[in-house]
């Protein structure tokens, strides 16, 4: 019966992964494959317990940083790719932009927190130089 309990977990724990993509819940999924054994085998429920908690341990120290070098993680590139095309175009100053103060301009209909060496009023036209993080670093035109 605890057999049952602990496949009915993993197919849970694998769909809850499909979504997430992260690896966590599908080493605890693996986990309590481990359990389903132990459950067959006719222990009792604690040690089934035990043995998922255990398993889990030994996953997480081992497996995990394996799987993260192995497959490679999007999260690291994901933000310069998704606005390393903002580099060269026009953005509009919606902001007032100070050297000491930095400003907001619009580029591609998104609004960006932005800075810049000189002073640029509202309505000028600018070019985005660099992208830091959430800021822009932008010059005249």
């Not at 724990?13 to 085998?41: K, Q, R």
């Not at 998922?52 to 790719?81: D, E, G, N």
């Not at 580099?87 to 800075?115: D, N």
């Not at 600018?126 to 010059?139: F, G």
Request: glycine share 4%; aromatic share 10%.
């Amino acid at each position: 019966m605890y057999a049952i309990a602990w496949l009915v977990l993993a197919a849970a724990l694998v769909l809850i992964e499909l979504h997430t993509g992260t690896f966590y819940f599908l080493l605890l999924a693996v986990a309590s494959v481990i359990a389903i054994f132990v459950a067959l085998s006719g222990l009792p429920l604690l040690v089934q317990c035990f043995t998922f908690v255990f398993a889990i341990a030994l996953l997480y120290m081992f497996l995990l940083p394996l799987l993260r070098k192995l497959v490679p993680s999007t999260s690291k590139t994901l933000l310069r790719q998704s606005t390393e095309y903002l580099v060269g175009q026009e953005a509009f100053v919606i902001q007032t932009i100070t050297p000491e103060e930095a400003g907001l301009v619009k580029v591609h209909g998104e609004i960006w927190s932005a800075v810049s060496n000189e002073k640029l009023d509202e309505g000028t036209k600018v070019i985005v130089r660099e992208v830091h993080v959430t800021k822009l670093s932008v010059t005249k035109e």
